[in-house]
Nanobody, 118 residues
Framework: QVQLVESGGGLVQPGGSLRLSCAAS????????MAWYRQGPGKEREWVAA?????????ADSVKGRFTISRDDASAKNTAYLQMNGLSPEDTAVYYC??????????WGKGTLVTVSS
């Protein structure tokens, strides 16, 4: 069993930055991929970025060049980060951490709210 806890959301002005964290606990040695998704007001959940167990990254076109996903596996921290720069109101959403194991099981965090507003 894997548990995910997101943190780092909040209110930020347009053009500002935030860094989200996703701490994974449990059977973390079976992690294959970690990713971030988001769901804006009145919108469906969409994929934002992903990082594989070997460190390969991918981004949605809407965030490419502004967001950076990374992982810290040192000391078994198993934490994924999403550095978000150049935020705009369109980035307002609940951001969810997602983890897929080597066997294909999928886990979700409860989400952290990011609000971009002046």
């Amino acid at each position: 069993q894997v548990q995910l806890v997101e943190s780092g959301g909040g209110l930020v002005q347009p053009g500002g930055s935030l860094r989200l964290s996703c701490a994974a606990s449990g059977a973390t040695w079976i992690i294959n991929r970690m990713a971030w998704y988001r769901q804006g007001p009145g919108k469906e959940r969409e994929w934002v970025a992903a990082i594989t167990r070997v460190g390969s990254t991918n981004y949605a076109d809407s965030v490419k060049g502004r967001f950076t996903i990374s992982r810290d596996d040192a000391s078994a921290k198993n934490t994924a980060y999403l550095q978000m720069n150049g935020l705009s109101p369109e980035d307002t959403a609940v951001y969810y951490c997602n983890l897929v194991t080597m066997s294909g099981s999928e886990y979700w965090g409860k989400g952290t709210l990011v609000t971009v507003s002046s």
